[in-house]
């Protein structure tokens, strides 16, 4: 399963820079990888692990701006079409079963 959080937060005060790089910094502390701009995902082994990882992203949500989270599953995120530009190297398949190289 994959938890996705796409995020829109103000930057047009130092404040607010601050707080957009707390929390993406915050988002790759806890296993997150931008997979675009603004659009981080993780891999969580079950519904509960993504419910945590959930929690935590909630917790700290900044006052303004707008955060979105989306769970998917593995059959999900393997038929994501990939529309202009390249795969990433966390994006090809290693082997028949699936298996992401995470980086």
Do not use: W
């Amino acid at each position: 399963m994959r938890l996705i959080v796409l995020f829109d937060l103000p930057m047009q005060t130092n404040s607010e820079k601050r707080e957009y790089q707390h929390y993406r910094k915050f988002l790759l502390e806890d296993g997150f990888q931008m997979l675009q701009f603004s659009v981080y995902i993780r891999f969580c082994k079950n519904i509960q692990d993504a419910s945590k990882h959930t929690a935590r992203v909630s917790a700290l949500t900044p006052k303004k701006g707008n955060i979105r989270i989306l769970s998917i599953t593995e059959k999900q995120f393997e038929d994501m079409i990939l529309v202009l530009g390249e795969k990433i190297p966390s994006e090809y398949i290693v082997n028949e079963q699936y298996t992401m190289v995470i980086e």
